[in-house]
């Protein structure tokens, strides 16, 4: 190959890896999940001790009485009939009577609130032994729904501790946990963080904008109108 043809053909396959370098960094998922204790910094713990809310059933409820104050988070189950029990004690789910042990937890704010961490404990029973556990995050990237899922050991007779967290302005709408070849005795120690009141999709936005535009323009129309006359 030609000296120049060889420098050209390597300058290109130059550009065609740093274009994919930077299309992986740009794309990479905003979600990342750890397994272990991090601590309760920049969180908030779930409270099962609010009688105006609902503890057992189909839907348990918890809320918060530090930075998440004012914001409830609801919990459901897929699993058996889908009853849970809330316990005020270090904020544990168990399942309730047809979901024990259960095998799916769902939980996220009510009222289309985000927030941006999350931390759990799983406590895996011992009939059903060691197995895994898949935690799938359903989050909003500013643009439109995404969902990333990960799949983790976890143990019998010890604790299965993890910690989600978005960034890159993503922020967590539910999590989901589950499991097709152990069973959960409980998920507990819950904490939140990062709080948010929902936000109005792109969509309605786009609108809102079109609309308070329109009105502007009409207003300009009616000012001129007037200025004529």
Do not use: C, W
């Not at 609010?50 to 348990?60: K, N, P």
């Not at 459901?76 to 029990?85: A, F, H, K, Y």
């Not at 643009?143 to 050991?153: G, K």
């Amino acid at each position: 190959m030609p000296h120049a043809r060889k420098a050209g053909f390597m300058a290109l396959a130059f550009m065609a890896l740093t274009l994919f370098a930077g299309a992986t960094t740009a794309f990479a998922d905003p979600i990342t999940i750890t397994t272990g204790n991090p601590g309760n910094q920049d969180t908030d713990n779930v409270l099962f001790n609010d009688g105006s809310l609902q503890h057992t059933g189909t839907l348990v409820q918890g809320n918060f009485n530090g930075a998440g104050a004012g914001f409830i988070v609801d919990f459901t189950s897929s699993s058996g009939n889908g009853q849970l029990v809330g316990d005020g004690g270090q904020a544990t789910v168990l399942g309730g009577t047809g979901n024990t042990p259960f095998t799916q937890l769902t939980f996220g704010l009510e009222g289309g609130a985000t927030f941006t961490k999350a931390i759990f404990n799983l406590d895996v029973t011992n009939d059903a032994g060691d197995g895994n556990a898949t935690i799938t995050v359903n989050y909003f990237d500013t643009v439109t729904n995404q969902s990333f899922s990960q799949v983790f050991a976890v143990q019998a007779n010890g604790q299965n501790f993890f910690a989600v967290e978005a960034s890159m302005g993503a922020v967590i709408t539910s999590i989901e946990i589950s499991t097709s070849d152990t069973s959960f005795i409980n998920a507990a120690q819950f904490r939140l963080g990062g709080f948010a009141q929902a936000t109005p999709e792109p969509t309605t936005m786009l609108l809102l904008g079109t609309g308070l535009a329109s009105i502007a323009a009409g207003v300009r129309r009616r000012r001129k109108a007037a200025k004529t006359d």
